[in-house]
Every structure is written in C-alpha cells, then in structure tokens.
C-alpha cells in the first residue's frame, strides 16, 4: 500500500509539473510573462535606454526623471551596449601615458574604449556600492563597479530622502533591506560616512542642513 502511494505521489508531482509547463507555454504564446509587473512601461524602458545611450544623463538622473529607484533603472538598461565612435587617440599626446587611466574600472580593470562608454562609465563608477565583508562578519565594504562587474539582482537602493542619492545594497544586505530593515553594519557605515540614519536617511550634506 506504502508504495503504490508513493508512485501515486509521484505521478501527482509530475502531472502538475507538466501542466505548469504546458500553462507557461501557452501564456508566452500568447505575449505573457510571469513574474511581477514591471514598474515601467515599455516606452519608459525605451526612453531610459535613449538617455542612457546619449551618455549625457546618469543612471539616479534618468531614475529621478522616471520617478522610480535607482535598481529599477538598472534592472531594465541594457548597459553592455557601447557607441561606435572610438576615444580620441589620448595616448599619441603623451607618450608615457600609463596603461591604467581614472576611467579604469578599480574592481574588474576594465577601461571604455568609446566616448559614450567613457560617459557612462565616469557615471558607474560614481556609485558605491555596499557588499558584506567576506573577511570580516558583521562589516561591509565599499566597491565601484562598471557595467562589466556591476552586481546582478538582488539590489537594494539607500536614498537620500531630500535629493534621493546614496549607495546600493549587493546581495544579503540587499535582501534584508527590502524586508524594511537595514542591518548593523549598513547603518555603521552610513554613521562613519556621517549620514543621518534617524528618524530620516539623509546625505551629509543634507544631514548638516538639518543641522
């Protein structure tokens, strides 16, 4: 008996696995995704890869134009995507230009080769972002990250609630703040980076302001 209900079980499963399969197709069939809706519309998502492309416009400026965070943007852009125009040959002026220039990347060493990729990427690179401390627990650090090394989902966007900037939260800092909470150690560092933490988050410059 144990085991014909066992193999009933299983087939159960199974059953209701392929059903799953065979809604989901149907909905793609259908122009239908899962998931949760998208918090822009598919013009916005056009309009925000426009300026992105432009390079006149960084990512908390198109985000503040959109009315949406920071993440948002960044989960839609399509930042990999770089101009034809080539960087002016820099090199050829000095002679004994070093092969490591601001514009590299301090995380992954990658350096743009355009001039709209070296727009975005002084852009990029203006943004901190806090990971855990994989040496020390209970700390964080601070990175600067181009598109090439730029942390996936989850992220989590720690805004100023006067002019809306600030860091990024990568990973488990990420998933705890978007349960309402910001751990320890994130409010540590906003402290010695002389935030307010309480009763509003606030840059510091907008924290002495309030001052």
């Known amino acids: 008996m144990f085991g014909m209900l066992s193999v009933l079980a299983e087939f159960q499963?199974?059953?209701?696995?392929?059903?799953?399969?065979?809604g989901l197709a149907a909905a793609r069939a259908r122009g239908r995704k899962g998931g949760r809706p998208s918090k822009l519309s598919p013009d916005q998502i056009a309009l925000a890869q426009r300026l992105y492309d432009a390079g006149e416009h960084t990512v908390a400026q198109i985000a503040?134009?959109?009315k949406v965070p920071r993440t948002t943007i960044y989960g839609h852009l399509n930042t990999r995507r770089m101009d034809s125009a080539p960087l002016a040959q820099e090199s050829a002026v000095v002679a004994d230009q070093p092969a490591r220039t601001p514009r590299t990347c301090p995380?992954?060493?990658?350096?743009p080769?355009?001039?709209a990729e070296a727009a975005h990427q002084r852009a990029d690179l203006a943004v901190t972002w806090l990971h855990p401390d994989p040496h020390h627990r209970?700390?964080?650090?601070?990175r600067h990250h181009c598109r090439h090394c730029e942390p996936g989902q989850p992220a989590f966007d720690i805004?100023?609630?006067?002019?809306?900037?600030?860091?990024v939260l990568a990973g488990a800092l990420a998933e705890q703040a978007k349960n309402g909470h910001l751990s320890e150690p994130v409010q540590r560092w906003l402290t010695a980076a002389e935030w307010a933490v309480t009763p509003d988050l606030l840059c510091p410059?907008?924290?002495y302001a309030a001052d």
Do not use: F, Q, Y
């Open 13 to 22: 499963r199974e059953l209701i696995a392929a059903n799953t399969r065979d």
């Open 64 to 66: 503040n134009m959109l």
């Open 107 to 111: 995380t992954c060493g990658h350096e």
């Open 113 to 115: 080769t355009t001039r």
């Open 138 to 142: 209970g700390t964080v650090v601070s």
């Open 159 to 167: 805004a100023c609630s006067v002019c809306g900037d600030g860091p």
């Open 205 to 207: 410059g907008h924290a």
